[in-house]
Every structure is written in structure tokens, then in C-alpha cells.
């Protein structure tokens, strides 16, 4: 293998609720990356939050047996970061214990892949480590993947800047324990159903859809055991879900969207649930492309991008929407980190759109090269 490949520390794990999606999207992506082009270096971040040393090897077995999601152990060698003559380098220790040793060096760093999903990993935590480590790392910089990441600001940031979003009522932890009812009250405002998440969570845990008024304060209690911070969304009865990808333009440019997916889920729970989307006994259609006019695509494409824009995302992201039964497109979320794994739609639409799985991560790990250290 050529000498000059591009080392490409893939981060995955981490310590939210998201762990096991988080090592399945390292397993897909190490699959697809060209060992001719790219020695992988495996960061593997513990439930506990231990940075170890993952071979790839040992990656490439991180799948769901049994219908349960792999968990990354405990007794791996140290990953360390170190910051040596303007650029990344790596190393690595032995686990704690008699005989532990001291670094020893693994070289440099050229690109992070950062396959975090959740808090401390999407929202902006590790790309503002990456930033003052001067290390050139895939997707959205701090701002905009914390703005990604919490429901509440990004409908904020959308609505302000005149993106269709539906009607939302924040519940955070220190309103909830200071008045309940007037949190209830506020939410009674929105018309049933709603959906009852937590702000900055993703892969769908801890939501709940609530057809009773009387079943909401449950519901704001199981959401808070994944994020003290709670968002209870109105419905829309009979939308059709839709997603798009977004692609930065390697020359500047305006972005690239690709073709439109729509999910059809038959599911117990009738919405696109944790285990409608990662275990895949469970019933769930997924259309790439979507079965829809034409005009309807390049509306969703167009509002895609405008999301993508509208919280300064780079990199890539999956936006996701609402086509109502009246007529309406309107911004559900936008996913700064989209997952990787064989059920994840976006490499899915990509692929729909002329950029298979390989293409598509050489075409984001050069944009992570090319992108310049710093503000920017």
C-alpha cells in the first residue's frame, strides 16, 4: 500500500445514548473507506468516556447480534490527542495496571471522521476540541452542530430566517420543576397529536407520541431521562416524512441535494422509532427516490438547502421534512451527522443520486482537507 495515504482517525462511541448506532456507523464507513487511499486509525470513546485505541479489525465487528447494538469495552489502550508542530498527532498507552507503559506514538493525523452521534460528539463539543487541536475533521463546525443538535434553537434560528417550521412549545428542566401545570398549559395550546422529545437527542430515543392530553406529563418524564431539556412538537395527521441530503460544494459553491427519500413505517408505534430504524426485524419502507411530483422534490431540495445554510452547516447533513395534507413543506429537523449504517438513508440517497458509499466519503474527507484551519 502507497506510503502517502491519508491517515483518517475515525471517532465513534462516545458516552450518549447513542453508543451502539454510533459503532455501527464506524463499522459501514471502515467498509467503504479504500484501504489504498486511507490508513484508518479507530478512536473508539467508552460509555464511561475513555478515548481507546480501536483496530480496524475490531471495528469491522461491531454489529447488532441478538437484536442488541455492540458497546465498546473498557480495557483498551489509551487514545491520546497531542497538538506537535502545527498539526495532529497520535498515541497510545496501555490500560491502567502494573506495567502500564508510557506514550508511545502512533504518528500523525490528517482528517477526523467524527461518527458521534448525540451530545458530546454532534453538538459541538468535540469539533470545538478539534478546532483548538488545529485538526481538520468532516461535517459542521461548533456552531452550527450546536445548533443542529437542539431542537429548540434550530426551529429558533429556521423561523427567524424565514423557514417554514411547525408549531413547538420548549419545556426545559428548571421551567418544568418550578411550574409544572404552566408548562401543561402551554403545551395544551398545540393540537393533538404531539410529539414529545427530548431537545437535543436523536436516533428517535426517548420520544413518545401522545394522542392524550393526560399522557403528556409522562411523557416529559421519559424524554428527560435522555435530556433534561424536553420539546413537545404538534403532529401533522396524514403528512407524508420526507428526506433530502446536502452536500457542501468542493469549489464553493452553492450546495448539492440529492435525490428525495420518504419513509413509510408500519411499526407498533406508527412513527420512525429507535427500532425502526436500527433493528431490522422491524417493518419500515424506505422510497429512494420518493415516489412524488417532481415539484414537490425540488421544493423539498430547495428548502434542504436553504436549511443547510440558514445554521452555516458544512460538510453534509440530512434535512428532513413534513409534506402536509394541505399542500405545505415544513422543516422537521436538520441531522449534521447523519448515520452511515446499511439502514441509514442518507448514503442511500446519495447513491440514488449518482455518489455511491465510496465516493461519497472520499467526497467528504477532501472537503474536510481542503477546508482552512480557524475562523472561517
Excluded at 479489525?57 to 506537535?84: H, I, N, W
Excluded at 429556521?158 to 408549531?167: E, K, M, Q, R, T
Excluded at 413518545?208 to 411523557?219: H, N, Y
Aim: charged content about 20%; overall charge negative; proline content about 6%.
Amino acid at each position: 500500500m502507497a506510503e502517502d495515504r491519508t491517515r483518517v482517525a475515525v471517532v465513534f462511541g462516545g458516552t450518549s445514548s447513542e453508543h451502539g448506532v454510533s459503532c455501527l456507523t464506524a463499522a459501514g464507513v471502515l467498509g467503504a473507506l479504500d484501504p489504498d487511499r486511507y490508513e484508518v486509525l479507530g478512536i473508539g470513546i467508552t460509555p464511561a468516556g475513555r478515548w481507546v485505541l480501536v483496530e480496524p479489525a475490531a471495528m469491522a465487528r461491531l454489529q447488532v447480534r441478538d437484536g442488541r447494538l455492540p458497546v465498546l469495552g473498557e480495557d483498551a489502550a489509551d487514545a491520546v490527542l497531542l497538538r506537535e508542530d502545527g498539526r495532529t498527532e497520535l498515541a497510545t498507552r496501555a490500560p491502567a495496571g502494573p506495567g502500564r507503559a508510557a506514550l508511545a506514538e502512533l504518528g500523525r493525523i490528517d482528517v477526523a471522521l467524527v461518527l458521534l452521534h448525540g451530545p458530546f460528539g454532534e453538538d459541538g463539543t468535540i469539533q470545538g476540541l478539534f478546532e483548538m487541536m488545529g485538526t481538520r475533521y468532516v461535517g459542521a463546525g461548533v456552531l452550527a452542530s450546536a445548533v443542529g443538535m437542539d431542537k429548540h434553537v434550530m426551529k429558533l434560528v429556521l423561523s427567524a430566517s424565514g423557514l417554514p417550521v411547525g408549531p413547538f412549545v420548549p419545556v426545559p428542566a428548571a421551567a418544568w420543576g418550578r411550574d409544572r401545570a404552566a408548562c401543561l398549559e402551554a403545551v395544551a395550546a398545540l393540537d393533538l397529536p404531539v410529539f414529545v422529545k427530548p431537545a437535543r437527542g436523536g436516533s428517535s430515543l426517548g420520544i413518545t407520541k401522545v394522542d392524550r392530553a393526560e399522557d403528556i406529563a409522562a411523557a416529559v418524564v421519559e424524554a428527560q431521562r435522555f435530556d433534561p431539556k424536553v420539546i413537545v412538537e404538534q403532529g401533522f395527521v396524514g403528512a407524508r416524512e420526507l428526506e433530502c441530503g446536502v452536500l457542501a460544494d468542493l469549489d464553493g459553491g452553492v450546495p448539492a441535494a440529492s435525490q428525495v427519500a420518504e419513509i413509510r413505517v408500519h411499526s407498533a408505534s406508527g412513527f420512525y422509532d429507535f427500532e425502526a430504524k436500527y433493528l431490522p426485524e422491524e417493518q419500515v419502507a424506505l422510497d429512494v427516490p420518493a415516489d412524488i411530483p417532481a415539484s414537490l422534490a425540488a421544493r423539498v431540495q430547495d428548502l434542504a438547502v436553504r436549511t443547510f445554510e440558514a445554521i452555516g452547516c458544512e460538510g453534509l447533513a440530512r434535512v428532513d421534512v413534513f409534506a402536509t395534507a394541505d399542500g405545505r413543506v415544513v422543516v422537521n429537523e436538520i441531522n449534521t451527522m447523519p448515520g452511515f449504517t446499511a439502514h441509514s438513508m442518507f448514503p442511500r440517497m446519495w447513491a440514488a443520486s449518482g455518489l455511491d458509499y465510496p465516493a461519497l466519503l472520499d467526497r467528504l474527507i477532501q472537503l474536510a482537507l481542503q477546508r482552512p484551519l480557524g475562523l472561517r
